[in-house]
T-cell receptor
């Protein structure tokens, strides 16, 4: 079974530029998560999709961050414009949840550096 | 508001001894708890989980204990091996606000197993 795929692995941009991350979840997983992990902290949930609908985006800075999940499969997370404080690893995860709560599977993450 | 807390940022144990990692939570709606392990430059990988209807779950060298009245869970690794050296994240899941399996992570504990 293929895992969660993310790209790119690394990205360096200047502040005020825009950036986009891509995620392909495990086939058949209805739930997709985007997390932000700042160095020394735990993953912080940015947005959660159920199929192609948003079920939680309470911690997404909506003035600069946006995310979509077209056709309930792949997802993109965009930052525009980026700030220095956005430097972090962005993790995508997916889970099945068909029979109740279950573990989420993570991709390798995208390390973003804003300079 | 940190709903899931790991108060020990690091732990060092000798190979062959027991490692005990602790986690506290504040939200009584959490009904499913997970432990993840993370190596540098990789995404978190699922280790073990426990439902709130149980107080113990065991998988090989790993055992998770849940004390609901104290809102506390712990991960025991016996015997500890050098390959167990990683950051361990506690996570809790709840269904609220329309989101199923909303996963909230703690800040992590860095485990170092000394040969």
């Amino acid at each position: 079974e293929a895992g969660v795929a993310q790209s790119p692995r690394y990205k360096i941009i200047e502040k005020r530029q825009s950036v986009a991350f891509w995620c392909n979840p495990i086939s058949g997983h209805a739930t997709l998560y985007w997390y932000q992990q700042i160095l020394g902290q735990g993953p912080k949930l940015l947005i959660q999709f159920q199929n192609n609908g948003v079920v939680d985006d309470s911690q997404l800075p909506k003035d600069r961050f946006s995310a979509e999940r077209l056709k309930g499969v792949d997802s993109t997370l965009k930052i525009q414009p980026a700030k220095l404080e956005d430097s972090a690893v962005y993790l995508c995860a997916s889970s099945s949840n068909l029979l109740g709560p279950t573990e989420a599977f993570f991709g390798q993450g995208t390390r973003l550096t804003v300079v | 508001d940190q709903q899931v807390k790991q108060n020990s940022p690091s732990l060092s144990v000798q190979e062959g001894r027991i490692s005990i990692l602790n986690c506290d939570y504040t939200n009584s709606m959490f009904d499913y708890f997970l432990w993840y392990k993370k190596y540098p430059a990789e995404g978190p990988t699922f280790l073990i989980s426990i439902s709130s209807i149980k107080d113990k779950n065991e998988d090989g060298r790993f055992t998770v204990f849940l004390n609901k009245s104290a809102k506390h869970l712990s991960l025991h690794i016996v015997p500890s091996q050098p390959g167990d050296s990683a950051v361990y994240f506690c996570a809790a899941s709840a269904e609220y606000g329309g989101a199923t399996n909303k996963l909230i992570f703690g800040t992590g504990t860095l485990l170092a197993v000394q040969p």
